[in-house]
């Protein structure tokens, strides 16, 4: 299964759209990601055996997404992905509130 398809995967009950790096629709709250790191973690015999996906999963919102960032942390530690960061931002020329989680996963 594809990094990307382990996320939709992770984040299908999330009630709001998800999208793989860009949004079109119309809703006031929705989620983009994408893969910003796909690096080698572990090699054998000059092979390398284990793949690290490090995923950013924006959270978008013009209300507070609080519970919702909730729901989206916990979906992707039970889908074992490991947090690395969160941290909050106000997009002022969308006059959106942007929400950043970092994720990691290692896939042997």
């Known amino acids: 299964m594809s990094i990307n398809k382990e996320v939709l995967s992770a984040l299908k009950d999330i009630q709001v759209p998800v999208r793989f790096q860009t949004y079109t629709g119309n809703e006031e709250t929705y989620i ?4 910003y790191l796909d690096r080698p973690e ?11 996906y490090y995923v950013q999963i924006d959270l978008w919102s013009k209300s507070d997404y609080t519970e919702i960032a909730k729901e989206v942390h916990q979906s992707m530690l039970t889908a074992n992905f490991t947090k690395l960061n969160f941290y909050d931002l106000y997009e002022e020329d969308l006059k959106i509130y942007h929400k950043v989680m970092r994720f990691f996963k290692e896939v042997m």
Request: net charge negative; aromatic share 14%.
């Open 32 to 35: 983009t990601f994408f893969t």
């Open 42 to 52: 572990q090699h054998a015999d000059d092979l390398e055996i284990a793949t690290g």
